[in-house]
């Protein structure tokens, strides 16, 4: 039988835990009242017309050359945000990763498995539709409501083209979901680009270190692994105007 104490842990757990999230929430700067919709057309928009010029049909160079600087957890799957159809995923599953992909495109998601002409597996959980194969498993919906309970244990993440996808309004939102899941001491690749943003209008949208420390400096280590300049691989952003581009890559560690 439980006893008067242990009928009351059970009762004010779940508040403890909302408390928790509102106090994260908060240190990060995001409002947990509203505000924090991922505005879905947009991104559905640009996969069903094919407006996808941040696609690369090749691995980032950033990723082949740095990911060995994470400490990947030896159990459990690395997370990668608004992934889309990106063959890093491909390159983190062949270097022996359990990878965790969440879009809300169906489009992308669709055309990941049917370009490596796989066939996976098809689940749900809660609103979030699952498509998975051995190594590669890919969560169909918003990464802002995403929970640990959505996914698998995770060994490490991986952002190339997620906070930078986002406008400086809805980044708060981003950094308070990915502070949400990733475990304590989990390390992550994070690549971001930085521009005068009065040339061109985002996507990208320029986000700098510093920028990044603000939204996840309570709850992450952020280190500068190298800022060079990536101008030369612009092209599509040259075309609409753009003169100069300078890329970091960041590894993270979860406080």
């Not at 947009?42 to 950033?62: C, K, L, T």
């Not at 169906?106 to 796989?118: G, H, T």
């Not at 060994?155 to 899941?181: C, G, K, M, N, T």
């Amino acid at each position: 039988l439980r006893t008067v104490s242990d009928r009351r842990r059970v009762f004010v757990a779940p508040f403890i835990a909302l408390r928790q999230r509102d106090r994260l929430c908060e240190s990060i700067g995001c409002n947990r009242n509203g505000g924090n919709e991922m505005r879905p057309s947009f991104w559905h928009d640009r996969w069903r017309d094919g407006r996808i010029g941040f696609h690369r049909a090749e691995p980032n160079p950033a990723l082949t050359e740095w990911w060995g600087h994470v400490a990947c957890k030896p159990e459990g799957a690395v997370l990668v945000p608004l992934c889309g159809k990106s063959v890093d995923m491909h390159w983190l599953a062949r270097a022996g990763n359990n990878v965790a992909g969440v879009d809300i495109s169906p489009v992308a998601i669709d055309a990941f498995w049917s370009e490596a002409q796989l066939a996976p597996t098809l689940s749900r959980i809660d609103e979030y539709s699952k498509t998975s194969t051995e190594r590669v498993s890919l969560l169909q919906g918003s990464f802002f409501n995403i929970e640990t309970t959505h996914l698998p244990a995770l060994s490490a993440f991986y952002d190339r083209a997620a906070i930078i996808a986002l406008p400086p309004e809805l980044q708060p939102h981003y950094a308070f979901a990915l502070s949400r899941v990733v475990p304590t001491g989990t390390q992550g690749l994070m690549i971001t680009v930085e521009y005068d943003q009065g040339e061109i209008d985002g996507p990208p949208f320029s986000t700098s270190p510093d920028r990044v420390r603000s939204l996840l400096g309570d709850t992450f280590e952020v280190e500068v692994l190298v800022s060079r300049d990536a101008y030369d691989r612009a092209s599509h952003l040259a075309e609409r105007g753009l003169t100069a581009l300078h890329e970091h890559v960041l590894l993270l560690t979860r406080k």
